[in-house]
């Protein structure tokens, strides 16, 4: 999906020009993939842009940073005000927000200890990243032949940019097979997440995703589903899941920032009914959420 530029990226601690926030070809984080990053969507409110979950967000980019032993020169306070000082400089109601930290200009190898660590934050608009039928139409899934890493080769619990390049193989042999989107199981087998989003299948009428030790990352949206599931009367839980689970569940969606709450109408060929009844309800109210139009989740959307 092609960058819309905005007016102004903010970069360890300065809004500057968007066209000006270049780094040097021997950036350490281009060669090794030892950065981490966020991805978190503002939405279009009456109150004005509200961002959504952004401290949360901010919160999961340190522990990224923490496990990855790298220290932001920045508070989560200092990052929330940051993005949201971002937000307001494109005067956008609704955008797409990428905070990154990375080791910058300077020192090369593999020792990242003396590495200074550079901080951005630029926000762009974009639209649905399944397509604008993902909710309603559904997409189609395909179990990927490349396996997710375990918690001892990367941790996936840390959105380090390293990691995506399983995740960018992943994407692009599904789209190469004319599916929309890949499905990763772990070593052992099990269902582990997608390639940016968090999975939930129905199992005799309860909505099952997979834990953080199949591989998952803990997800926002996940979090914010599961609850607003939850508060609906759904029932909720946090189990492995198998290929052959998937292949005869009874609805399904994925969720993520980018991806919001996209049903999934098929996996390796196999229909899946779509979109199904529990899926209806929880994309519908996610949308509302997001958008601070229901009380009880209005603190979730952070206003700039
Ligand atoms: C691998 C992976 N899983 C799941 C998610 C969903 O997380 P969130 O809902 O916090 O965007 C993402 C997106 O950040 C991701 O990259």
């Known amino acids: 999906m092609a960058i819309t530029p905005t007016e102004k990226i903010w970069f360890n601690g300065e809004l500057i020009p968007w066209g000006d926030a270049k780094i040097h070809?021997?950036?350490?984080?281009?060669?090794?993939?030892?950065?981490?990053?966020?991805?978190?969507?503002?939405?279009?409110?009456?109150?004005?842009?509200?961002?959504?979950?952004?401290?949360?967000?901010?919160?999961?980019?340190?522990?990224?940073?923490?496990?990855?032993?790298?220290?932001?020169?920045?508070?989560?306070?200092?990052?929330?005000?940051?993005?949201?000082?971002?937000?307001?400089?494109?005067?956008?109601?609704?955008?797409?927000?990428?905070?990154?930290?990375?080791?910058?200009?300077?020192?090369?190898?593999?020792?990242?200890?003396?590495?200074?660590?550079?901080?951005?934050?630029?926000?762009?608009?974009?639209?649905?990243?399944?397509?604008?039928?993902?909710?309603?139409?559904?997409?189609?899934?395909?179990?990927?032949?490349?396996?997710?890493?375990?918690?001892?080769?990367?941790?996936?619990?840390?959105?380090?940019t390293g990691n995506y390049v399983n995740s960018s193989l992943a994407k692009v042999e599904a789209l190469k097979a004319g599916y929309d989107e890949a499905i990763m199981l772990n070593p052992d087998g099990l269902v582990s997440e997608c390639t940016g989003e968090n999975i939930f299948a129905a199992r005799r009428g309860l909505l099952i995703t997979p834990p953080i030790s199949a591989g998952a990352l803990p997800g926002i949206t996940q979090d914010s589903v599961m609850t607003i599931a939850r508060d609906h009367g759904f029932e909720i839980r946090v189990d492995d899941l198998s290929r052959s689970d998937l292949y005869v569940a009874e609805e399904m969606f994925v969720c993520g920032t980018a991806a919001e709450v996209s049903a999934v109408n098929s996996v390796d060929h196999r229909a899946i009914p779509c979109p199904g009844p529990m899926t209806k309800t929880i994309a519908s109210k996610y949308a509302k959420a997001v958008r601070g139009q229901i009380d009880k989740y209005k603190d979730w959307c952070e206003h700039v």
């Not at 000082?85 to 797409?96: E, Q």
């Not at 003396?114 to 901080?119: E, T």
Request: proline share 5%.
């Open 25 to 160: 070809i021997l950036t350490h984080t281009l060669h090794y993939g030892t950065g981490v990053f966020e991805g978190i969507r503002a939405y279009e409110t009456d109150d004005g842009p509200g961002i959504f979950r952004l401290t949360d967000h901010m919160r999961r980019l340190h522990q990224s940073a923490q496990i990855m032993g790298m220290e932001l020169p920045y508070s989560v306070a200092e990052l929330v005000q940051a993005a949201k000082d971002t937000v307001a400089s494109t005067g956008l109601d609704a955008c797409y927000v990428r905070p990154i930290a990375y080791y910058g200009y300077g020192e090369m190898g593999l020792n990242t200890i003396p590495c200074s660590v550079d901080v951005a934050i630029a926000c762009w608009p974009w639209g649905a990243y399944l397509g604008d039928d993902a909710a309603t139409k559904g997409v189609r899934m395909k179990i990927s032949s490349w396996t997710r890493h375990d918690h001892n080769t990367m941790p996936p619990l840390s959105k380090t």
